[in-house]
């Protein structure tokens, strides 16, 4: 099992082709034997083949690798273990292929295959590794209980319908993602030759803390996207509409349990859910909303949304037969009982908001602010940006400097990450330059604002109705001060309250980790000189991948990792208290707990004052003693409450040092830093973060 255990590490390596690791497995299994073979005899040791043998000559005498010195015995001992699923061919259809000899040309019928993993399987035996099911169901449970705020799928409007309609059977739903990718070179020759179509799941109960990770992602299938427009929607998905359907009415017994899965929605971006729901895939057509029926020119100066205007499950047949309202094509997925288009509608922030509004509005606002109002040079801009302090603890990444081309286009270009960080910080980096009273730095408030509420893992319905304020008057600025029209992206917005009502948070159904999935598949296929079929060796790699996990039975585990450990002396603790509770403590340089860092230095929420608002202190010392026993000594900080005109907690040293002690349980967020504005004056940002 240790060689099995070996051999999967190596395969979950993405950088490493499967034909290296054979040379891997074939010389460390030389060396070994080698070293075995001196070992025998510098003891002198007997032949095995001899009467007088023994133990220890036996032992070094076996070839570890002897049953699984070739792929083809590695995949079959995997399989028979139970840790390698296979992907399973399935045909699409048959496409005329034309090949040339020097004194032929033949035209025949080319089979096109996607490659699917039996979804069934994999379902049992993840939910059969330790804690996954029995801690998904306290999740549910915890969630379902929950009556002030929609904090998931399982406190949403969505979900208690369900359990009414599916009342006494255990329910678990999937998200089913589906999106394109190409496998090579987007800008070369073959660009769009080998672009792949990926449907990846993951469980909605997954408790927050482990969904960001990329190995509760799961592959299902992958095709060639030229074959999903050949072949048509209902060719490719049928497979995946089957399984589904099995799903619900069958289910899977995991640990004597009977489950039944629904996929409740069909996540990605705006473009692939249209095109794999049969919506037009033109956003400049006349309807374009995959969630109503206002027309383009209605849309473009639209500021609430508009109910009557909604799409109705019960004139989906006339949409359809009349081609009507953007259907091109009866949408595959309504064969599922519990899943209709008109009705099942998600709607991705990461696309709408971080690559979509914010792009458009930095590049208005910025362009006011510099030409028409003058109240900083962009070469002042870029130089508060390479000088502002951006720390481990921040939101986001590290945001580039703006160029002058990006300003005179209206259009700043930054990743998801990079926009979300500038999105929170921009404030404090000219706050002391504009004047706040202006409206358009009252569009970057609301902007602030609305991506902190739409980005939250959690809110109340008296909130939902704050944000379709806060977006009606958004466009309402946006319109006025910029004589522009609105985009699709900013009509989506209109209908993200209902959304996350029925729904859930949308911090949980967006694109950003799915997209980072798809690395995998990337990484995986610049290491393969082969395009044969693509889509196969990329789908066995995923389950190599997933077979490493299985032998390593690596359920749901907080993942601690420590920094310099060094003995905590307490003689110099700040504080009087019962030291007996640090015996056996460690002070730690740094410590991370499921992917999110804590240091020395960086402000942490220790607690609420009588108003609610924040009570912050400054993190001095890390004390470990096991990875259920680690707390902060912190300094108080003194908050002077929030500045409205800049979405942010003002901060001030107390002249005396005052430290207390916190549980990691007990802190409200994850870590953030102060930083100061161009006055002097130091901020913590009130962007939530989780």
């Not at 497995?25 to 030389?30: A, K, L, Q």
């Not at 804690?131 to 998931?152: G, P, Q, T, V």
């Not at 394109?180 to 799941?201: D, I, M, R, S, W």
């Amino acid at each position: 099992m240790r060689c099995l255990l070996f051999v999967t590490k190596l395969y979950n390596n993405n950088t490493v082709n499967r034909s290296v690791i054979q040379d891997v497995i074939d010389n460390t299994s030389e060396l070994l034997n080698s070293i075995f073979s001196k070992i025998k005899s510098q003891l002198n040791l007997p032949e095995t083949s001899g009467s007088n043998c023994n133990e220890l000559s036996i032992l070094l005498s076996k070839d570890l690798f002897e049953t699984c010195n070739s792929e083809h015995k590695r995949f079959k001992i995997l399989e028979e273990l139970g840790y390698f699923i296979r992907p399973k061919s399935f045909f699409i259809g048959n496409m005329l292929n034309t090949t040339t000899t020097s004194n032929n040309t033949i035209v025949e019928h080319k089979p096109c295959e996607e490659q699917i993993i039996p979804l069934r399987k994999i379902l049992k035996k993840v939910l059969e590794m330790p804690n996954i099911l029995s801690r998904m169901l306290n999740f549910i449970a915890e969630e379902e209980i929950k009556e002030e705020e929609i904090s998931s799928l399982f406190n949403s409007d969505w979900w208690k319908t369900v359990k009414q309609k599916y009342s006494g059977k255990l329910v678990l739903p999937l998200y089913i993602y589906f999106d394109e990718f190409e496998t090579g070179n987007p800008l070369g020759t073959q660009a769009g030759v080998h672009k792949l179509g990926g449907v990846y799941f993951s469980f909605a109960a997954t408790p927050p803390k482990y969904s960001s990770r990329i190995e509760n992602i799961f592959l299902w299938g992958l095709f060639f996207s030229s074959d999903r427009v050949v072949f048509s929607n209902k060719n490719v998905f049928q497979p995946f509409i089957n399984e589904l359907k099995y799903l619900e009415f069958e289910g899977v017994v995991v640990k004597g349990k009977r489950i039944f899965f629904i996929a409740p929605l069909l996540l990605g971006d705006n473009l692939g859910i249209n095109s794999i729901t049969g919506m037009t895939e033109s956003f400049s057509s006349i309807y374009f909303c995959r969630s109503c029926t206002a027309p383009k020119q209605l849309t473009q100066n639209m500021i609430s949304e508009n109910r009557n205007l909604l799409r109705k499950k019960n004139e989906y047949h006339i949409y359809l037969r009349e081609k009507i309202f953007g259907v091109k094509e009866a949408c595959v997925w309504n064969e599922l009982p519990y899943f209709h288009n008109t009705e099942n509608i998600h709607f991705d922030i990461m696309h709408d908001i971080y690559e979509g509004i914010c792009r458009y509005d930095f590049g208005k606002i910025l362009k006011y602010f510099i030409y028409e109002k003058k109240y900083f040079s962009l070469e002042t801009l870029n130089n508060r940006i390479k000088q502002f302090d951006y720390t481990e603890a921040d939101i986001g990444n590290k945001f580039p400097p703006i160029t002058l081309n990006q300003v005179e286009k209206e259009m700043i270009i930054m990743s998801s990450s990079e926009m979300h960080a500038f999105v929170t910080y921009f404030g404090m980096l000219v706050y002391d330059l504009i004047e706040p009273s202006d409206q358009v730095w009252e569009l970057y408030l609301l902007l602030f604002n609305i991506t902190n509420l739409v980005s939250n893992g959690s809110f109340s319905e008296d909130e939902l109705i704050y944000l379709n304020n806060m977006i009606s008057e958004h466009h309402k600025l946006y319109v006025s001060e910029f004589k522009s029209h609105l985009t699709p992206k900013y009509h989506f917005l209109l209908h993200y309250s209902r959304t996350m009502k029925k729904f859930g948070p949308l911090s949980r159904l967006s694109s950003i980790r799915y997209e980072a999935f798809h690395k995998i598949s990337k990484s995986n296929a610049n290491v393969v000189s082969s395009r044969r079929n693509i889509p196969l060796t990329l789908s066995i790699k995923h389950q190599l991948r997933l077979a490493h996990r299985l032998i390593s039975n690596k359920g749901f585990l907080d993942n601690i990792a420590l920094g310099t450990l060094s003995t905590f002396e307490k003689e110099e603790f700040p504080f009087s208290c019962n030291l007996s509770q640090f015996k056996n403590t460690f002070v730690v340089s740094w410590i991370r707990v499921n992917g999110n860092l804590f240091k020395p230095g960086f402000i942490i929420q220790v607690g609420q004052n009588t108003n609610l608002e924040p009570k912050f202190g400054r993190i001095k010392n890390i004390l470990y003693n096991s990875d259920e026993n680690i707390k902060f000594i912190y300094e108080k900080l003194l908050c002077c409450g929030i500045n409205k005109q800049l979405e942010a907690y003002e901060i001030i040293e107390r002249s005396k040092t005052m430290c207390d002690i916190i549980d990691l349980k007990n802190i409200f967020h994850i870590p953030t830093s102060i930083h100061a504005t161009g006055d002097g004056c130091k901020y913590v940002t009130a962007m939530n973060q989780e």
